[in-house]
């Protein structure tokens, strides 16, 4: 069991890892600018959505119930709102005023694109959050697969590495845009993919022979449920905030699209009951 620990530890650390190269992606290259944070917020939001409900609610539902599966998702979107309702969120100002400030010279403008530096912050780590708690049951599936075979998980981890590369970006580049820090882009970035080999562990050490099926299901729809919530209650306001409707909404489809693929991809070379 111990080898077999290790080896899941080594391939969840492959997934989780590569969280960092989509920070590296950010933070090598040019400062970003608003409508480039506003399109890769919306490429973003479309990879989660399309996890959340063409993925994990959707395994959930097949696996435990119409029913079951959606209390779980449900669970879930109501367990972050939760959270979220605690955490203030700064006023959002339109660019448009930043914008005007700027050029007439207003002080104001300063104190406008500090609300806007803040209000991107506050979605970097409600990201960096969501991704975590997603990134945790992939863990636990990786643990999994490798106690199946290790082709299986050698599979499973690449795959997951594959979209965690944009769920990077994801977190990297709001952080980086409101504080100017490459470190603390690359740290956040870092530590939410850090969940995936800590679902690892608790699975292997806490509950290993208690850890259903059913309840692995279960926790992947819940997860569903805070992506979706933070996705439309985040990202996709800030997206068409700095994108525009009509960009972001590309931008959004354009995610989903590479997302599906990304999915469809994993379903062939998985057995059917290990797919995500």
């Known amino acids: 069991m111990d080898s077999q620990v290790l080896v899941a530890l080594a391939l969840s650390l492959v997934g989780g890892l590569s969280t960092s190269l989509g920070a590296l992606f950010v933070i090598l290259n040019q400062a970003p600018n608003l409508k480039m944070l506003g399109l890769l917020q919306g490429f973003a939001a479309g990879l989660m959505l399309s996890i959340s409900f063409f993925d994990l609610a959707h395994n959930a539902m097949n696996s435990i119930g119409f029913l079951k599966g959606n209390l779980w998702f449900f669970a879930g979107v109501i ?3 939760f959270v979220a309702n605690f955490i203030p ?7 448009s005023d930043v914008k005007s400030k ?8 300063k104190d406008i694109m500090k609300k806007h530096r803040r209000q991107v ?3 970097g780590i409600i990201t960096a959050i969501g991704i975590s708690l997603h990134n945790f049951p992939e ?5 999994l697969g490798s106690i199946k075979g290790l082709r299986v998980g050698l599979n499973l981890a690449l795959a997951i ?13 709001p952080v980086y845009f409101a504080t100017q820090s490459k470190w603390q882009a690359f740290k956040l970035a870092t530590l939410s993919g850090l969940a995936e080999p800590l679902g690892v562990i608790i699975v292997a050490y806490l509950f290993p022979s208690s850890l259903s099926p059913e309840i692995l299901e279960g926790l992947l729809g819940s997860v569903g449920g805070v992506m979706a919530f933070l996705t439309l209650h985040e990202m996709l306001p800030l997206a068409f905030d700095y994108a525009g409707q009509k960009q972001a909404v590309k931008a959004v489809f354009f995610g989903m699209a590479f997302m599906s693929a990304s999915l469809y991809f994993l379903s062939i070379s998985l057995p059917e009951d290990m797919s995500l």
């Open 161 to 173: 590495a594959l979209h965690n590369i944009p769920e990077g970006v994801a977190v990297a580049l």
């Open 139 to 143: 863990g636990m599936a990786v643990f």
């Open 121 to 123: 912050l506050f979605s």
């Open 89 to 95: 969120e700064p006023t959002l100002a339109p660019i």
């Open 79 to 81: 367990f972050f709102a």
């Open 102 to 109: 700027k050029k007439n010279g207003d002080e104001g403008g």
